[in-house]
């Protein structure tokens, strides 16, 4: 039972995450590592090399500067011999599923859209279970990929520890940087999830999608964190815009996780009341922040902070305790949705046909360099028959 005396948000919502033993990594693979990409083309390097080094399928879902053609040739032009799919999505293609959700709140991204295209382009090729990697990423070491999927034997999605910038909203990367404690949890920019379950999980079209992800109708489902990641740094201060864009969904998200995080459930958050207080604690909170950047000894980088605060408590006076219901009733509506769609979608079609299902093959760039005809670059030649070498030498030893 929840606390119904203390609303406001909290530091950490590590007591929602499982703390498993190291998982086994024998005998469990990923099906494929997939990007939601919007940067330039080297900036996809990296997940290439984990896919290379896994033998597992690559799949760059591209927009913005990201282009799928010029992500092929970048990484065949770093001697990187992996099964590539790169696609250039302009837009929701006309078979995904039409969200309530995706209408209440537009976004200024198309993340969202990509990630769930990617769980329907996965279920339909006959994958189980896949990696999501963003292209600002850098995993240590490709057997913590191989242990997310071990844990996904016993949880329904994994991600990893970010180090180096952390995964905080503009409000959050403020209270770190005044001086509290905060914490961070799990995120999509590398998340394990399985694609061969009807659950209804999806990523709604708002800031903080992928915490959204992990709900069930009640409350978080099973999750864990395996291995680490690096986020590349970026400055959260330096455009008030991002403050003012996320504000809705980090105020959404802290809410559902802060009534979570004290023992109560989603539908505990379904009512005007709840979200009357938690609006008021959050900007409060704001306010508190603000006050104590104002003492700080000036600097660029506290004004910035300032300024970006003070548009995200702007956006804040602007979001109604109904709105808050509302967006979380159409979620659940959105998760029955999914759901059905999940259960209906052809599967085992293979990466091409499931292209075609979706009418994406005319936009996608393919290289099945890896286990596909011998690459024609001599290079590329020399590296697969030295990767085949040793993936024989590792069914050996492995027996």
């Known amino acids: 039972m929840a606390d119904q005396t203390d609303v406001g948000q909290l530091l950490s919502h590590s007591n929602l995450l499982e703390h498993p033993d190291t998982p086994d990594i024998v005998d469990r693979k990923l099906d494929a590592i997939i990007v939601p990409s919007a940067r330039p083309a080297s900036s996809l390097?990296?997940?290439?090399?984990?896919?290379?080094e896994l033998n597992t399928p690559l799949v760059v879902l591209a927009s913005r500067r990201a282009r799928a053609g010029e992500v092929v040739r970048e990484i065949e032009d770093n001697g990187i011999v992996a099964d590539v799919i790169a696609v250039d999505v302009g837009q929701a293609p006309r078979r995904?599923?039409?969200?309530?959700?995706?209408?209440?709140?537009?976004?200024?991204t198309d993340v969202?859209?990509?990630?769930?295209?990617?769980?329907?382009?996965?279920?339909?090729a006959g994958w189980r279970q896949v990696m999501f990697l963003d292209?600002?990423?850098?995993?240590?070491?490709?057997?913590?990929?191989?242990?997310?999927?071990?844990?996904?034997a016993k949880h329904a999605a994994v991600g990893m520890h970010i180090s180096g910038m952390p995964d905080n909203s503009v409000v959050c990367h403020a209270r770190r940087e005044l001086g509290d404690r905060q914490g961070t949890f799990i995120g999509g920019g590398a998340l394990a999830v399985p694609t061969d379950s009807d659950v209804g999980a999806f990523f709604p079209d708002i800031y903080n999608e992928d915490w959204f992800f992990l709900l069930d109708n009640a409350q978080i489902r099973p999750v864990t964190l395996v291995g680490e990641a690096i986020q590349l740094p970026y400055d959260p201060f330096v455009d008030p815009a991002r403050a003012?864009?996320?504000?809705?969904?980090?105020?959404?998200?802290?809410?559902?996780?802060?009534?979570?995080?004290?023992?109560?459930?989603?539908?505990?958050?379904?009512?005007?009341?709840?979200?009357?207080?938690?609006?008021?604690?959050?900007?409060?909170?704001?306010?508190?922040?603000?006050?104590?950047?104002?003492?700080?000894?000036?600097?660029q980088r506290l004004q910035h902070m300032i300024v970006a605060l003070k548009a995200a408590r702007g956006r804040s006076f602007l979001i109604e305790p109904r709105e808050?219901?509302?967006?979380?009733?159409?979620?659940?509506?959105?998760?029955?949705?999914?759901?059905?769609?999940?259960?209906?979608?052809?599967?085992?079609?293979?990466?091409?046909?499931?292209?075609?299902?979706?009418?994406?093959?005319?936009?996608?760039?393919?290289?099945?360099?890896?286990?596909?005809?011998?690459?024609?670059?001599?290079?590329?030649r020399q590296q697969r028959k030295r990767l085949e070498a040793e993936d024989r030498r590792l069914a050996v030893t492995s027996r």
């Open 96 to 108: 995904m599923p039409d969200l309530e959700t995706a209408h209440l709140l537009p976004r200024g």
């Open 112 to 124: 969202s859209m990509k990630r769930n295209l990617g769980l329907l382009l996965a279920r339909a």
């Open 324 to 380: 808050c219901v509302r967006f979380l009733r159409a979620l659940r509506r959105d998760q029955d949705v999914w759901a059905e769609e999940m259960r209906q979608l052809k599967t085992g079609l293979g990466i091409h046909g499931a292209l075609s299902h979706f009418n994406l093959r005319l936009s996608a760039t393919i290289r099945l360099n890896r286990t596909g005809p011998a690459p024609k670059e001599s290079r590329l």
């Open 244 to 299: 003012r864009e996320e504000e809705l969904g980090d105020t959404l998200a802290e809410g559902v996780f802060a009534m979570l995080s004290r023992r109560g459930t989603v539908q505990d958050t379904l009512n005007d009341g709840y979200w009357v207080d938690f609006l008021k604690a959050r900007r409060d909170l704001i306010g508190d922040l603000l006050r104590r950047a104002a003492e700080r000894a000036p600097s």
């Open 45 to 52: 390097v990296h997940a290439a090399g984990l896919a290379e």
């Open 135 to 152: 292209d600002d990423i850098t995993v240590k070491s490709a057997l913590d990929l191989r242990r997310t999927a071990g844990a996904l």
